[in-house]
């Protein structure tokens, strides 16, 4: 059986509910210090290097008109909810598909990547991964990075994307229940190893 | 909540520590009797452990201040620009060229099947279509030589009353189908949006790799499917028709008075 429930913070977000206090960021601290985390936000909601790059420069320009007003709290927390909207309000622009279609498939998809043994595998397979993510619809995606790669709670989730907590809770499990099916061959599952 | 399907919907609250004391036991509880239960709350945990593996991303280029980011960056829209502006421009050069009829039969086009179409044309791969050459499409308005901004006929391909000619200016590419009838807006699938453009409504979506176009004029539906990189312009270029879109005034005005200019060489 898997292990219990976890505690948040098992994987340590830099700058979330752990950032010490301190007063007001300048743009320029923001994008040395959160530059990086800002982009990979985007990076994984959107999954083209091109289009995160639009929208962390959309999501600074609103960090700096917010910045005069930022109360110092959870800065990283902040700016990913501003480039999670940036993207949604994007794709809601552009109409973007829902649901695209799981392939056919998958082994085809993820062929010549490492066995599913490989306890390493997954930092060898992030573009394998960051493809999954693209086919989930929108809504789920961003609840999705939010919780797994901001490690936001499902409250500040909930307050981020102005939705009920059990939407969240929804989101998020079929976000990953998809991403099982499609990631199945490589996944390491406690107990099979 | 009982059902184990409604069980394994709470898993990942409960390995987020996200549930009530009564949910939590109702899963424990569930999980103590039952393998397959915990071989799904396995599999699962093992998703969410592969997704918070995922390492931080390094930009490409350096991130520079906001006020310094236009230059560059309309710089790189402007060239993608031009080869949007076609792609939708393609569809009212068809128009223009064929006229306007009545008395079609509601269609609902493959969208599906013409975006694979648009991407198996480019490898010579056989989609059921079947090639033609201009003589054999001498009789159809519809096929230009070229559709502007360097885009010019590359290939004619027919299956059945579906006609494809795709455009190429080297880099990205542009099929536009027509075949007979008008669209059936109502059915249109639900992964588009309908939108109004120049008083007509307009069928968008963004696909894996390609946007896709859907208009009617005359007793012909178009289908007009681009290469996906250039989605963003495309969307903006249909977004100017409606007033709600945000963007650079220059830019914005480039994208208005593109259509303009093309309508001119007619």
Redesign the interface.
């Known amino acids: 059986?898997?292990?219990?429930?976890?505690?948040?913070g098992?994987?340590p977000v830099a700058g979330s509910a752990d950032e010490p206090e301190h007063a007001s960021p300048s743009?320029?601290e923001v994008?040395r210090d959160h530059?990086?985390?800002m982009?990979?936000v985007a990076?994984?909601l959107c999954g083209r290097?091109?289009?995160?790059?639009?929208l962390?420069?959309t999501a600074?320009?609103r960090v700096?008109r917010g910045l005069e007003s930022y109360e110092p709290r959870n800065l990283r927390g902040w700016l990913s909810r501003i480039t999670t909207n940036v993207f949604l309000d994007e794709t809601r622009?552009?109409?973007?598909?829902?649901?695209?279609?799981l392939p056919d498939d998958p082994e085809r998809v993820l062929e010549g990547a490492p066995g599913a043994d490989d306890a390493l595998a997954?930092?060898a397979?992030?573009e394998y991964?960051?493809d999954a993510i693209r086919t989930l619809p929108t809504d789920y995606r961003a609840a999705?990075v939010l919780?797994?790669?901001v490690g936001m709670?499902?409250p500040e989730i909930a307050d981020a994307l102005d939705v009920p907590?059990g939407t969240v809770?929804?989101r998020?499990?079929r976000a990953?229940?998809a991403?099982?099916d499609l990631?199945?061959p490589?996944?390491?599952?406690?107990?099979?190893r | 909540m009982s059902g184990a399907a409604d069980i394994s919907?709470?898993?990942?609250?409960?390995?987020?520590?996200?549930?009530d004391d009564v949910d939590?036991a109702r899963v424990?509880e569930a999980?103590a009797g039952s393998p397959d239960l915990?071989?799904e709350?396995?599999?699962?945990?093992?998703?969410?452990?592969?997704?918070?593996?995922?390492?931080?991303?390094?930009?490409?280029?350096p991130?520079v201040?906001?006020d310094a980011?236009p230059q560059v960056?309309r710089r790189s829209r402007s060239r993608r620009l031009a080869v949007a502006v076609t792609a939708v421009a393609a569809v009212w050069l068809v128009i223009l060229s064929v006229g306007v009829g009545i008395g079609s039969l509601p269609v609902v086009p493959d969208v599906?099947q013409l975006a694979l179409q648009h991407a198996a044309a480019a490898d010579g791969a056989d989609m059921g279509f079947q090639a033609m050459t201009v003589d054999q499409m001498a009789d159809d308005p519809a096929v230009l030589d070229d559709i502007g901004h360097g885009m010019v006929r590359e290939s004619i391909f027919q299956s059945d009353d579906v006609v494809q000619v795709r455009y190429s200016d080297g880099v990205h590419a542009v099929s536009v189908f027509h075949q007979p009838g008008e669209v059936d807006w109502d059915d249109m699938p639900?992964?588009?949006?309908v939108k109004m453009m120049d008083d007509e409504p307009v069928w968008?979506?963004?696909?894996?790799d390609v946007d896709v176009l859907v208009a009617e004029r005359g007793d012909l539906v178009i289908t007009v499917v681009a290469d996906g990189?250039m989605?963003?312009e495309m969307?903006m270029m249909a977004?100017t028709m409606v007033p709600d879109?945000d963007m650079d005034e220059s830019l914005w005005r480039r994208v208005v008075d593109a259509p303009a200019n093309i309508f001119d060489r007619f």
């Open positions: 059986m898997a292990e219990g429930p976890r505690r948040r098992l994987r743009w320029e994008a530059g990086r985390f982009y990979t990076y994984r290097h091109e289009e995160a790059e639009d962390v420069q600074l320009v700096e622009r552009k109409k973007r598909r829902p649901v695209q279609a997954a930092a397979l992030p991964i960051q999705l919780c797994d790669v709670s499902y907590v809770r929804s998020i499990h990953r229940a991403l099982r990631l199945q490589h996944l390491v599952v406690e107990g099979e | 919907e709470l898993f990942s609250a409960y390995l987020d520590d996200e549930l939590r424990e999980l915990r071989g709350l396995a599999e699962i945990d093992g998703t969410r452990r592969l997704l918070r593996s995922l390492p931080e991303v390094e930009p490409r280029r991130i201040r906001p980011a960056q599906d639900d992964m588009g949006t968008l979506s963004t696909m894996d990189d989605d963003q969307t977004s879109v």
